[in-house]
């Protein structure tokens, strides 16, 4: 489930998976372009933040297992409010829009597993690409 919670964050929250050390989150910018790692967490909730007023975010989770990743979850989308600081005249693109900052999270840390398997194990999704976010927990 994705929520906007503002003009600038979205939280997210899912089903724990069974036997799950981990989640990894992936959002792509509007309805094109590629998936993004975001962010991880160890708890069924996320909030992402340091997003652009009135713009679509798409997400899906997968979690991390002894024995590997999961396939990524169905997409779930959330639209970000419109800025309560900007008149009806809002476009996206303005100066002074917020901008998505770098994730400042710690890098993953399992017991005999890296972050390089972590990328093998995504695939062709691209880690830090076009979108780059901070998020918090």
């Known amino acids: 489930h994705a929520e906007a919670i503002g003009s600038a964050a979205v939280e997210l929250r899912w089903s724990h998976g069974k036997g799950a050390a981990a989640y990894l989150i992936s959002v792509r910018c509007g309805e094109s372009g590629e998936f993004a790692l975001v962010g991880h967490t160890a708890e069924n909730r996320f909030r992402h933040e340091a997003l652009a007023p009135e713009s679509r975010y798409d997400y899906r989770v997968q979690s991390?297992?002894?024995?590997?990743?999961?396939?990524?979850?169905?997409?779930v989308s959330a639209v970000t409010w419109r800025s309560p600081n900007r008149g009806a005249n809002f476009r996206q693109g303005m100066p002074g829009q917020p901008r998505p900052q770098p994730m400042k999270n710690p890098p993953l840390?399992?017991?005999?597993?890296?972050?390089?398997?972590?990328?093998?194990?995504?695939?062709?999704?691209?880690?830090?690409?076009?979108?780059?976010?901070?998020?918090?927990?």
Do not use: C, I, N, W
């Open 64 to 75: 991390y297992h002894d024995s590997g990743m999961s396939a990524p979850s169905k997409v």
């Open 109 to 137: 840390r399992f017991p005999s597993f890296s972050l390089q398997a972590l990328r093998q194990g995504l695939g062709a999704m691209p880690v830090g690409s076009r979108h780059e976010a901070h998020t918090t927990r």
